[in-house]
């Protein structure tokens, strides 16, 4: 039988020698204890399928050490998972990238017990018999927003994709050119409520929509007005825009729904903690909106989800509507949202231990205090300056709110900015700043104290 030179093939002959993956487990003690045996098995499996394809004639074959040690760092690399820890010291509070809200420890414990067992998700205790899901949620959503009744779904762009679908499809739904917004990533508010199968007729102009410009649109066809909060953009100079109030009344004078995408919305009032105003869900419901939407991990400070409260006829219609069931929510964040939603019964409660609430109202001082604790533990490696800087709530909330900061901008000798932003990326945890002026800029808005000594560690480890 002529022998197979070509470069191009592997060398058949001599992968005849490799050794067998039964033999090599007899070597792997230590891996299959470390790991599993059916993990090892695999992993040598692909191994040894790598060293068939890659094997070129004349080279040596790897030894049996050589190909556990291959499977081993096979087997760690997919144990260091790809979703990890960041250190967030960008001063975005709410950074869609960087999944949004870090979560109250009670919402936490809530999670794991959730994960960990059963629940009464479904199940009446009282009865034994099944329950309505979500039941008391809804009461507690209810309770914090004057709403007759409340919906919990995956998130807010489904929370809108279900309202639309389930009050307005087929028919005509009227809104202010000021408000077609897109929130990020290419998501467009419009285009989901054009998924929800109704048609947008656009009114007014780009800065100045009137009651008038609602009242002439509206045609037999008409089944909503929608007022969409404009999240991450503002007008500014010469605007003119509806209140709630009078489109509420013209919207109940025709016999239509008002609905109201708050995106961002909160329900602790922001203001005395120093934020400019941002609209609450009660003063939308108390101003006769039908029928509010918003997210979960945005100002409230929760998981994933979206919220639906209003009228208890139009929300009763949700819960009939198909799609519900394809929108609908875990039961793990589901408990990370109840537990927030207590934290939020009690403003000095949900301050203290919501974490996006707490940076939102962190005094300066503390900022301040944690950018020169850090400082001085970096002053031995690094060239540091304390800068004022500036810190906002993201997620498409209080854009043109600068949130008064403190910066620690360091720069190192030895390394260059790119380089050194680039390592700490890599770290575990993840270290992510800004580079601004050549020099790596660490926000104190967004990291805790033990975020902080973290980052220490993790620089001298890398001067090291
Ligand atoms: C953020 C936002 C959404 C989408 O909310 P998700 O919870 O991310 O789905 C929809 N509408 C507005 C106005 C928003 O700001």
Redesign the pocket.
Known sequence: MPQDTSPMQPDKNALRALPSVQRLLEDAEALIAATSHSATTSALRQVLVDIRTAHAPGVMLPTVENIIARAAARLYADNQSILRRVINATGIILHTNLGRTPLAETAIAAMAEAARGYTNLEFDLATGKRGVRLQNIEALLCELTGAEAALVVN????A?LLTLSGLAAGGEVIVSRGEL?E?GGG?R?PDVIVQGGARLVEVGTTNKTRLADYRTAITEHTRALIK??Q?NFRVIGFTESTSLQELSRLAHDKNLLLIE?L??GTILNLEPFGRPHEPTVQESIAAGVDIVTL????LLGGP?A?IIVGRADAIAQLRRHPLLRAVRIDKISLAALEATLRLLRDPATAIRDIPVLRMLAQPRTVLQARAETLARALADIADIRIEPSRGYAG??ALPTDAIASVAVCLSIPSQGTEALAAKLRAHRPAIVGRIAGGRLHLDMLTITDADASEITQALHALIA
């Open positions: 998130n807010n762009a489904a809108v917004v929130i998501f508010v969409i909060h999240s995408d995106g961002s997210s979960g991990d945005k994933q979206g997620g498409g």
